[in-house]
């Protein structure tokens, strides 16, 4: 059983930038594709940005396109998203998301098997 744990959110100010961790434990990462979700007070869960099982491929929202880096270390079974220029508008839990083995990524909730708890990122000066 593939069991993931996010760390790195917190409160940053506007402009500001944090790097969040999704470490993988029970499975390797090697052939999961791995999402990035947020779910905003009030809305519904929304597809930031995956990467394919390789890391060759990756997508973004467009509302993080050119802010927000994903990128996966398989030798730590862990994957990363760096967000940087933060707006208050990224406030959020932020979720990650597996599903495999498979080779790419989607930007559905529904095409991902296993989640994490989620980490709280708010972003208020």
């Known amino acids: 059983q593939l069991q993931l744990v996010e760390s790195g959110g917190g409160l940053v100010q506007p402009g500001g930038s944090l790097r969040l961790s999704c470490a993988a434990s029970?499975?390797?990462?090697?052939?999961?594709?791995i999402g990035w979700f947020r779910q905003a007070p009030g809305k519904e869960r929304e597809g930031v940005s995956c990467?394919?099982?390789?890391?060759?491929?990756?997508k973004y929202a467009d509302s993080v396109k050119g802010r927000f880096t994903i990128s996966r270390d398989n030798a730590k079974n862990t994957v990363y998203l760096q967000m940087n220029s933060l707006k208050p508008e990224d406030t959020a839990v932020y979720y990650c998301?597996?599903?495999?083995?498979?080779?790419?990524?989607?930007?559905?909730?529904?095409?991902?098997?296993?989640w994490g708890q989620g980490t709280q990122v708010t972003v208020s000066s």
């Open positions: 990467t394919s099982s390789s890391g060759l491929a990756t």
């Open positions: 029970g499975l390797t990462l090697d052939y999961y594709a």
């Open positions: 998301a597996a599903v495999g083995p498979v080779r790419s990524c989607g930007a559905r909730r529904s095409d991902y098997t296993y």
